[in-house]
């Protein structure tokens, strides 16, 4: 659904912003990063994605691994702190940075980590909230029915609720058909998803069903964990719903297959 005349950035960059990329979009759906960028050019932004950036370190921070957790935390802010913004395609890795470095870290780091942390956003809040954006990087054909899925650390940690729908009306003219209880957790979470596999399954289960009884024929969310998660499920129980990122519907990027459906 990507159309070829596409509306140009503004003429002088707005923001310099630094874009992590994480590890999951690196690994399993780049194209999530392509539709960041251009979402972000599309918003007045010069995008920089620094080549030295790793994992955040949520995965062995969550496990109580501090100690393993402070280099690559130290070497992220690094690598990001010379940026006016930094842009995060996911609400956990954003949450990570913006709200545990802070008390990872002590003394010199710790200040450094605040300061990184306040201008740390997740893609939506900050598309929405700071830089405003207006139109959708190109001429798209309409989308198809969405609802959307509420990712915990988007939610909680970062009050990411209200942006993703406005965005969906006011670029993709898209009204969000509400899932029942679209906070409730999909049952990734971390490494909950490996200690407590049964659990995890019977939450992600819900979680479709919910998504079902709506009609619509995506879900979506800002959480490559969350979809992963959720389309793995689906593809286990011939579930029959479209799962994508959030920046791929902004940005008309439907063209290759949902997650979890084969190569882009």
Not at 75 to 89: G, K, M, N, T
Request: glycine letters at 10%; aromatic letters at 6%; a negative charge.
């Amino acid at each position: 659904m990507r159309a070829g005349n596409q509306h140009p950035p503004q003429d002088a960059p707005r923001f310099q912003v630094a874009l992590y990329v994480t590890c999951l979009v690196d690994l399993f759906r780049p194209s999530v990063a392509f539709d960041t960028i251009q979402l972000l050019e599309q918003a007045g932004c010069e995008v920089t994605v620094p080549t030295l950036q790793t994992c955040c370190g949520q995965p062995t921070y969550n496990t109580g691994d501090y100690e393993s957790t402070i280099p690559l935390a130290r070497q992220l802010i690094e690598a990001f702190e010379f940026a006016d913004y930094v842009v995060v395609p996911s609400g956990s890795c954003a949450g990570m940075i913006s709200h545990h470095y802070p008390k990872l870290l002590q003394d010199e780091w710790r200040e450094r980590a605040l300061a990184l942390a306040a201008k740390t956003f997740e893609l939506t809040t900050f598309l929405s909230d700071i830089a405003k954006i207006e139109k959708a990087p190109g001429d798209t054909a309409p989308l198809p029915s969405v609802t959307y899925h509420d990712s915990c650390a988007g939610l909680r940690e970062l009050g990411v609720k209200a942006q993703p729908r406005a965005l969906l009306k006011e670029l993709c003219n898209l009204e969000v058909s509400e899932l029942g209880q679209t906070e409730v957790c999909c049952g990734f979470g971390g490494t909950f998803c490996a200690k407590m596999p049964e659990l995890s399954g019977k939450m992600a289960s819900d979680k479709l069903d919910s998504a079902l009884a709506t009609g619509a024929k995506v879900l979506a969310g800002g959480d490559m964990g969350c979809l992963m998660n959720i389309a793995g499920r689906a593809k286990r129980l011939g579930k029959n719903i479209e799962v994508r990122h959030i920046a791929e519907l902004l940005a008309g990027d439907l063209d290759g297959p949902a997650i979890g459906e084969g190569k882009q």
